[in-house]
């Protein structure tokens, strides 16, 4: 039996994510469309920035921030584990973290059956 992915963060990601919150307040989103460009990377928003829509899933939270994927992806990644990492370079362009000189930048491990 497989199990579903869990969603956790390095402690780059979680000090990024900190200074975003001190910036721009804790009603954040994280986004993963699975698109290509920027989409294939997490996108953080404030909440009302990014409207959620139903072809969105909530997955999980990073650091009590809410973290969303596209539908078709999810069914693709539901038996991944995702560790959301934080590393040198320009963010999306319409993500919180652009202009930080870091980004943002989702790893992967497949989950192995129990």
Same mark, same amino acid.
């Given at each position: ?10 402690? +780059?990601? @979680?000090?990024?994510?900190? +200074? ?15 698109? /290509? /460009?920027?989409?294939?990377? %997490? ?8 409207? $959620? ?9 990073? !650091?009590?921030? %809410? ?7 999810? +069914? ?8 959301? !990492?934080? $590393?040198?370079? $320009? ?11 870091? &980004?943002? @930048?989702? &790893?992967?491990? $497949? /989950?192995? %059956? +129990?």
């Amino acid at each position: 039996m497989q199990r579903n992915m869990t969603v956790t963060a390095t402690h +780059e990601a @979680l000090d990024l994510l900190r +200074e975003i919150k001190a910036r721009f307040g804790a009603d954040l989103l994280f986004h993963q469309s699975g698109g /290509c /460009c920027d989409g294939s990377a %997490p996108m953080l928003f404030q909440q009302g920035d990014y409207l $959620i829509g139903n072809n969105d899933v909530l997955v999980s939270d990073v !650091d009590g921030v %809410p973290f969303y994927m596209n539908a078709d992806q999810y +069914e693709r990644w539901k038996h991944t584990d995702l560790t959301i !990492d934080a $590393i040198k370079g $320009i963010g999306g362009m319409f993500s919180l973290e652009n202009g930080s000189g870091r &980004r943002f @930048l989702t &790893r992967s491990d $497949i /989950c192995l %059956p +129990e």
